[in-house]
């Protein structure tokens, strides 16, 4: 046999390696204001288009343009800000925390802020959302306590789950925000099933799955979109692309497809890409998906074009797989830089107001450390009960495990 008629394989390379020059070639950006924005009751054969370009509102100089502006207050807007802020400086506080033994893990959201924070704003109280770990900006922007995130991460005695989840692993349904579940996609047909059990009940209440670039690849996924392309419950199915899995850049789990959001073509599912680091582009869309679901027109996919800046966890060490300076030259810019010079050019904002926005913040969220921290850290202070492991398992506990709680003292 000649060398020639053997077969190979292909597998997907990322355009450069550590210690390359990064480069961003491949992303087309077109310019902010451009893309329609089509009636929420659309078909989705007529917006085939929407899951190639990219939605963008916030233009070079700042300015809001476009069909998909305007979906917020001035007052929203700065309040927006401020969350974005809030949750990079949870981040560093928290991420400062480990390297000092406080707590066993933690991921950051730095550079991804603008998703989960603006998708909040388009909710209504009682939806549910389904996330992964990267959007704890829904529950900050929320107004979820910072102090009560902490004593978990801490797991600590006032640890809200118990010591039963991973530090970042959040859950709070008074909240909207269901448990978070280290099995990637999982999220993915909860929120589906969650949806559709809210039309059965013929409730007004909307899901959000959540989902990474890489988790695209599980099976789940799929399962998810053929229940939300057959029944349409009021579901958004939100795509994370920040670029990169743990190691992986997102070229392998995309495959063949030329976007994530594409993928919702082959189930007749209306899908929409937007610029993840716009925080206008993010609500504005966000808004439009959460107001299909509403009307009962059905499930909408939605792609955030966005980077990862940080590792993934820190567990990680993102310099063994990509340049160190990929986020310095990704061309959609810092999400809370952005919005920051969209104030200012609005007149909203200034240089001036935005340090002492940061010293506020900063002073905010040393002060929720602080309590957080009296309640006790990984290696100091008490603990959540070995009770715990107990209760909240079985609605009647089974005689071996009520044997098991008097062998332990409890």
């Not at 476009?66 to 929203?76: K, M, N, R, V």
């Not at 390297?99 to 704003?121: I, N």
């Not at 795509?239 to 190691?247: D, E, G, L, T």
Request: no cysteine; proline share 6%.
């Amino acid at each position: 046999m000649r060398a020639s008629d053997r077969l190979s394989l292909f597998v997907p390379e990322p355009a450069v390696r550590p210690g390359g020059t990064p480069d961003f070639s491949d992303l087309q950006i077109p310019r902010a204001g451009e893309v329609r924005r089509p009636a929420i009751d659309a078909p989705a054969e007529e917006i085939r288009d929407l899951a190639y370009t990219l939605i963008r509102v916030l233009d070079e100089d700042g300015q809001a343009v476009g069909p998909w502006a305007g979906s917020l207050t001035d007052e929203e807007l700065l309040s927006g800000l401020r969350d974005m802020m809030r949750l990079r400086t949870f981040d560093a506080r928290m991420l400062l925390a480990q390297r000092q033994g406080k707590t066993s893990f933690y991921m950051q959201h730095l550079g991804e802020e603008a998703v989960s924070t603006a998708f909040r704003k388009a909710l209504q109280p009682g939806d549910m959302n389904f996330p992964t770990y990267r959007q704890a900006g829904l529950l900050i922007a929320g107004g979820y306590p910072m102090a009560k995130m902490m004593n978990q991460i801490f797991s600590n005695a006032e640890d809200p789950v118990h010591g039963r989840q991973l530090p970042v692993f959040y859950s709070s349904r008074e909240d909207g925000f269901f448990s978070i579940s280290g099995n990637l996609a999982t999220q993915y047909i909860q929120a589906v099933g969650w949806a559709m059990a809210s039309a059965i009940k013929n409730d007004t209440k909307i899901a959000a799955g959540w989902i990474g670039d890489g988790s695209t690849a599980e099976s789940d996924f799929h399962a998810a979109l053929v229940f939300a392309s057959t029944y349409r419950p009021p579901v958004i199915l939100n795509i994370v692309n920040n670029q990169w899995a743990i190691s992986t850049f997102q070229g392998i789990a995309r495959g063949g497809s030329s976007t994530f959001a594409a993928r919702g073509h082959g189930f007749g599912i209306p899908a929409l890409r937007v610029d993840g680091n716009d925080y206008l582009a993010v609500h504005a869309v966000a808004k439009w998906a959460a107001e299909r679901a509403r009307s009962n027109l059905g499930p909408t996919i939605i792609e955030y074009v966005t980077y990862r800046a940080g590792a993934h966890s820190t567990s990680d060490d993102p310099a063994a797989y990509r340049p160190k300076t990929e986020f310095e030259a990704w061309p959609l810019g810092d999400p809370v830089l952005r919005l920051k010079a969209h104030l200012i050019a609005r007149g909203l904002w200034s240089e001036e107001r935005h340090k002492q926005g940061e010293a506020e913040i900063l002073d905010e969220v040393l002060a929720a450390q602080r309590e957080a921290e009296s309640h006790g850290t990984l290696h100091s202070g008490p603990k959540p009960s070995s009770r715990d492991m107990f209760e909240g398992v079985f609605a009647e506990m089974p005689p071996h495990l009520r044997k098991q709680r008097q062998q332990a003292g409890y």
